[in-house]
Nanobody
Framework: VQLQASGGGSVQAGGSLRLSCAASGVTFSSYTMGWFRQAPGKEREFVGV????????YYHNAVKGRFTISRDDAKNTVHLTMNSLKLEDTAVYYC?????????????????WGQGTLVTVSS
């Protein structure tokens, strides 16, 4: 099973980025997909999650209204669209997959992880 995250980069505050996570070796449509991030010197934190069906999403309060998760099961890909980026959004962003059918925010429940992609927001 492989998860390949991409799309990170440098952006000015207020800008937008779209991260992608491509999965292989799994029945993608059976997996709930989450996004996490880890800022320098901080612990990894939950960002958002989309259910296996795509019908349900849930976000950390810090990103609610600015970030959107979507999935394309035909392409085995999940996206994290980030708008109105803030300096505090700077972090390495990770995608993760779990077969748990519930909306999951705890990282320990996720079975597979991508390698991370760096997002840097500057003023």
């Amino acid at each position: 099973v492989q998860l390949q995250a991409s799309g990170g980069g440098s952006v000015q505050a207020g800008g937008s980025l779209r991260l992608s996570c491509a999965a292989s070796g799994v029945t993608f449509s059976s997996y709930t997909m989450g996004w996490f991030r880890q800022a320098p010197g901080k612990e990894r934190e939950f960002v958002g999650v989309i259910s296996a069906s795509g019908a349900t999403t849930y976000y950390h309060n810090a990103v609610k209204g600015r970030f959107t998760i979507s999935r394309d099961d035909a392409k085995n890909t999940v996206h994290l669209t980030m708008n109105s980026l803030k300096l505090e959004d700077t972090a390495v962003y990770y995608c993760a997959a779990t077969r748990n059918v519930n909306i999951v925010v705890a990282s320990r429940v996720y079975d597979y992880w991508g390698q991370g992609t760096l997002v840097t927001v500057s003023s």
